[in-house]
């Protein structure tokens, strides 16, 4: 007996039906169903960012296309300090470390602080990837006191917060101060003050700006002692409650983490039910994402890979898609592999619309289905025109300047791609503007990573000297079947070979006219690179 498809077949559809379950099993109402995501205002938004993103507002669909009312909380940390400047950001900003991000002035003098420019670059590549959020800056919440009930409760049980903080990770520090950071009245930081006591009557910290090793490197306190104003915002809880007094106060049930803060969030599952009383919300662990290097991406290190590097050569779905196909594992990332997720989603929308067949009906539901979250549950009512990226990155490098579009579209409709009075579409603009950044940023076309067994290395190799020698289209065809012959190659593979090799895709135009079009040099130069890597001899 085949099993039961949950809604479009996906992850993500199971995790939201998990949801719902263990929530009636809690016998909680099913009214709302909230999901949160951290939006992080410290440095850049990074790919990995926007993962979290993606994937949380993909759970609030998959709960919604389950008869639920769902929605995405995107909870901005503005009120986290600064602990370095961000690579590529003036020294001058070193004198606001240790300040609220919201309070740090915007370097480039286009928004009221540092912490809404950073905040809004994640924002705006949300827009763009379709996805819709209910935004709360932690500024706003804590001068709201829309977090004062869970504060006093934490703040009034410290003790406890500082015991299962040290049982937990080992942790003593709050055994010896309260789960808070005030903002020094001194000199205007976050991280430099010790919280001593708690008032309940007043709602009111007493604290000392001591100084604090952040990064590192010791950050001296100003030697202030006053008071802060819990009911005001004038301060916010450490790490280590703060996840546990959102998820109450919003009544969060569902928040992805990454492995970096898995501490933190078993800490404050802890405090949440121990202390709030209130069953922290389903959880789902990611890994993160690695440079090629194998360093972690990060929003405040030189290795930071934005979305919006990634929306200068290709589509914000093909950036969704990396975010969802895959949830757990540990994946290395730089700008060279967009072209393989434009490409992939290519291949996930021939599949949504029948053009390429998938015999297993679960894995045929899960890929249309990712296919439909990669558009927001919107999907284009047809194909898109799939032109493989390399080859786009070709045309645009031969095109004349003087005539490049027209040049292109020639180019195209001899391939076949399209018709003879096809104009080009607003997608296809698209695809020709990112394969141009492309050659633009880097002068250069993607290689497509392939192994080459003994016989296909041969084959290539005569191919090569073919080359160097005709300069028919025919007889260039005709050798591209003899020559498979000769080395008992199946001719189909042989050339699914050829234009992986030489376009990125396992299919193209006629191969003849598309070697002399883009010049024997240049084919040449691709072929010799696929064989000089070691082939594949098993």
């Not at 996805?131 to 709201?144: D, G, I, L, R």
């Not at 053009?355 to 898109?384: M, T």
Request: contains cysteine.
């Amino acid at each position: 007996m085949s099993e039961k498809i949950i809604g479009r077949g996906t992850w993500y559809d199971k995790m939201a039906a998990e949801i719902v379950e263990r929530e009636r099993k809690l016998g909680r109402s099913l009214n709302l169903l909230r999901t949160e995501m951290g939006l992080g205002a410290s440095g850049f938004p990074h790919i990995g960012s926007l993962g979290d993103a993606a994937r949380s507002f993909a759970v609030t669909l998959a709960l919604r296309e389950q008869g639920f009312r769902s929605e995405l909380v995107a909870f901005c940390d503005d009120k986290d300090g600064l602990r370095k400047v961000p690579a590529g950001l003036p020294s001058s900003l070193e004198k606001y470390i240790g300040f609220p991000v919201s309070s740090v002035p915007d370097p480039y003098g286009c928004h009221e602080s540092f912490g809404r420019h950073m905040s809004l670059l994640l924002l705006e590549a949300l827009d763009k990837c379709g996805a819709e959020y209910h935004y709360m800056s932690a500024k706003e919440v804590y001068e709201k006191g829309m977090l004062n009930n869970e504060i006093k409760t934490l703040l009034s049980n410290a003790r406890r917060v500082g015991e299962i903080v040290q049982e937990e990770v080992g942790q003593e520090r709050y055994t010896e101060v309260l789960p808070y950071f005030a903002v020094c009245s001194g000199c205007g930081r976050i991280y430099t003050t010790k919280a001593l006591e708690y008032f309940p009557d007043e709602n009111k910290v007493s604290y000392v700006c001591e100084g604090m090793e952040i990064k590192g490197k010791w950050l001296e306190g100003c030697g202030f002692k006053g008071e802060a104003d819990v009911g005001k915002g004038e301060g916010k809880l450490t790490w280590k409650s703060e996840f546990a007094a959102r998820w109450k106060a919003l009544d969060i049930r569902f928040e992805a983490y990454g492995k970096d803060i898995a501490d933190s969030v078993r800490v404050n599952d802890r405090i949440c039910l121990e202390i709030l009383h209130y069953e922290p919300p389903s959880h789902a662990r990611y890994e993160m994402f690695l440079d090629k290097s194998g360093k972690k991406i990060s929003k405040s290190t030189g290795n930071v890979f934005t979305p919006q590097v990634w929306f200068r050569y290709g589509s914000p779905q093909s950036l969704v898609l990396l975010m969802l196909k895959r949830f757990v594992g540990t994946r290395t990332l730089d700008v060279t592999d967009i072209p393989i997720y434009v490409n992939e989603l290519d291949s996930l929308e021939d599949v949504y619309f029948g053009k390429k067949s998938v015999k297993d009906k679960k894995e045929l539901a899960r890929l249309k289905g990712i296919y439909e979250y990669c558009w927001a549950l919107k999907p284009p009512p047809k194909p898109s025109i799939h032109v493989p990226y390399n080859l786009l990155t070709f045309l645009v490098k031969m095109a004349p300047k003087n005539r490049s579009n027209e040049f292109i579209r020639e180019k195209l409709v001899s391939y076949g791609y399209l018709g003879k009075d096809q104009a080009i579409d607003e997608d296809l603009k698209n695809r020709i503007r990112y394969a141009a950044n492309w050659i633009n940023d880097f002068d250069e076309i993607k290689e497509t990573a392939i192994t080459l067994t003994a016989e296909e290395r041969d084959a290539v190799a005569e191919l090569v000297q073919v080359l160097n020698v005709e300069e028919e289209v025919n007889k260039i065809q005709n050798a591209i079947f003899n020559i498979a012959k000769r080395h008992n190659l199946e001719i189909a593979q042989f050339f699914k070979t050829l234009y992986t090799i030489l376009i990125g895709a396992p299919q193209g135009p006629r191969l003849g006219p598309y070697i002399l079009a883009m010049g024997k040099d240049n084919v040449n130069a691709a072929l010799k690179k696929a064989i000089a890597k070691k082939p594949d001899r098993s």
